[in-house]
């Protein structure tokens, strides 16, 4: 569909299912779990797998409350963001991230990540992923250091008294590691999983020598980059402090990232968990340009890259804690200075193990995420409603529902993961979806009422948890 019929009709949607709390509708007790999902008639795109996976799931969920929070999160990024359609040939999708129009790299991967399962066997589903690919290709060769981007690529942002001003086509440029390492976790899960090796064409190529081009400028060998970004803003946190160029850094071998996946500027900027993606992602387009594309002087540059940054880690990032044993800081600047706390966003420290599933046996991580789920961490926070990681981006009273997904996501343990979905069925505030933060005394005061990442999210978790541990599912809460 064209923009204006898209943006209709999922503001028609969303404003009449998913932005409006149960009571609005005045649904007494007993009707109180009526799905707010959209219309069929009324959903920016429909997968007959997802339909089959929400009926499959949702059959063994013995709590009733859990159940309708899956069926409503798990397709939201499907029911109300999409806008698919063929370009010169080939397969474009443009995810907007919810509330606003516009697509971020980071969320747009994020929100669409827990449908990669089934492309294997769902050739619509598997066309969503490729035009998602495509269209993310464009923004990185139109600028690989902005976030997020319009469909039209020739529409003036928002953010036009920014310095510098972005160029059209262009919503924000904040330069953020992540935004990149999304687009190659995205490109090399789908290769994997389909063998379809018809998305590393020309474009895909020029795009991922810009994402080795920018992560190389940003390792600032001589000191010096020609990144900087400025905000005429109030809020202390929405740009990098020294006319957008951020505190001074020392060498290190890491890459500099002047705003963390919140979008918020970096204390220091050397972002741990960021440089963590990246040397993950440098590693997956290694294996790519060595064993599919043949192009092995690259795939050495990559994965020597990925060798560097890794070294570098284990030199600055790594420090004894007092209390629990080696963990990682979560930025540095390369001059002995450390933050220790983290953000309840992907990467964090947190997701590492999200992320990477290897780093739930790395004692480093073990130690640091019993840091962050402890009063030590700045940004863990109890209250009455919850108790749960929040992030500096919605201030020092909120939980975030996707910081809990995560411990969820991380645990091992059953019990650790019932109280996980404890919290998240009393927090969503009887709307039936996640938002991207509450206040940890009444989840009532929230923000973001269509926060698609943090939907699919958590029917990310329910769908692990079904595959791997289905009798906590099938159990009382």
């Not at 790299?105 to 969503?128: C, E, F, G, H």
Request: aromatic share 14%; charged share 25%; hydrophobic share 35%.
């Amino acid at each position: 569909m064209n923009r204006r019929k898209f943006l209709k009709s999922n503001t028609l949607a969303l404003t009449a299912f998913s932005l409006l709390p149960i009571s609005s509708f005045g649904f007494n007790y007993k009707d109180r779990f009526v799905s707010q999902r959209p219309p069929l008639n009324k959903r920016t795109f429909t997968s007959d797998s997802i339909e089959s996976q929400i009926i499959k799931i949702k059959s063994v969920i013995k709590d009733e409350e859990l159940a309708w929070m899956f069926e409503n999160c798990y397709p939201n990024t499907l029911d109300t963001t999409v806008d698919y359609e063929i370009i010169d040939g080939n397969p474009d999708t443009f995810i907007i991230t919810g509330d606003i129009d516009a697509m971020w790299l980071r969320d747009s991967t994020a929100q669409v990540w827990p449908y990669m399962p089934l492309i294997k066997k769902d050739d619509k589903l598997k066309n969503l992923i490729k035009g998602l690919i495509n269209r993310q290709v464009k923004c990185i060769i139109k600028d690989p250091y902005a976030n997020a981007f319009y469909k039209d690529l020739e529409k003036e942002s928002h953010w036009q008294s920014d310095e510098p001003t972005p160029i059209p086509g262009v919503h924000e440029r904040k330069w953020e590691i992540d935004s990149l390492c999304y687009v190659v976790r995205l490109a090399y899960h789908y290769f994997k999983l389909t063998n379809d090796n018809s998305v590393f064409d020309d474009d895909w190529d020029k795009a991922m020598k810009l994402v080795y081009k920018t992560f190389k400028t940003e390792q600032r060998q001589d000191g010096t980059s020609p990144y900087y970004f400025v905000r005429k803003t109030s809020n202390m946190i929405d740009a990098p402090i020294f006319n957008g160029d951020g505190r001074p850094t020392k060498f290190t071998g890491l890459i500099h990232s002047q705003f963390r996946p919140s979008d918020d500027a970096t204390l220091f900027p050397f972002l741990i968990p960021s440089n963590i993606f990246a040397e993950i992602s440098l590693k997956q387009l290694g294996d790519i340009y060595k064993n599919e594309l043949g192009d092995d002087d690259f795939a050495s540059k990559c994965l020597n890259f990925a060798y560097e940054l890794n070294l570098a880690i284990q030199k600055h990032a790594v420090t004894a804690h007092l209390d629990y044993g080696k963990i990682y800081a979560y930025e540095i600047d390369g001059f002995g200075n450390k933050v220790f706390m983290d953000d309840a966003n992907v990467p964090s420290l947190m997701s590492l193990a999200y992320l990477n599933p290897e780093f739930k046996n790395d004692i480093i991580y073990k130690n640091t995420r019993k840091f962050l789920l402890s009063e030590n961490n700045p940004y863990y926070l109890k209250g009455k409603a919850a108790e749960g990681q929040g992030s500096p981006h919605t201030g020092k009273e909120t939980i975030w529902p996707m910081g809990i997904i995560l411990r969820a996501f991380t645990s091992e343990n059953e019990t650790e993961i019932k109280y996980c979905f404890k919290m998240l069925k009393s927090t969503h505030a009887n709307t039936g979806f996640m938002h991207e933060s509450f206040n940890k005394d009444n989840p009532e005061d929230f923000t973001r009422s269509w926060f698609a990442w943090a939907n699919t999210l958590f029917g990310e978790l329910i769908v692990k948890v079904y595959n791997e541990n289905p009798d906590i599912l099938k159990s009382e809460l």
